[in-house]
């Protein structure tokens, strides 16, 4: 009777060791499963920020202008393979390109801003 009474008494302790096992494992993957909800919500608040950030880029690319026709038809002579027959700028036009870019750069800022600074009738002056 002894012996039966020592034998419940060692496997009630092994059966409170592995419940206690089980509880640190549950309380780990709790930990773990918070960690990877404050990551999602850290990803979601970068992705917002990026996502405004890439407005706010297209938004200033805005004021650029580009002629399509002129890099359609420079893809397709390099498409074709006639990278020997693209013509070469000379010193001369590359110190005016250089020279220029600024200038129609400012033209450019100005004109916006003379835009921007028009009266409009979306607010009403108090």
Known sequence: MAQTISEISSASQEQASGIDQVNK???QMDEVVQQNASLVEEAAATSENLSG????????MGSFKVDMTKISS????????NFN???TVTKEKQENIVQ???VQAAQTVAANKQEADKPTDDFAEF
Do not use: H, T, W, Y
């Open 25 to 27: 494992a549950v309380a």
């Open 53 to 60: 950030e890439a407005e706010e880029m297209q938004r200033l």
């Open 74 to 81: 420079d893809r397709g002579k390099m498409n074709a393979g």
């Open 85 to 87: 027959k693209a013509k």
């Open 100 to 102: 220029a870019a600024p």
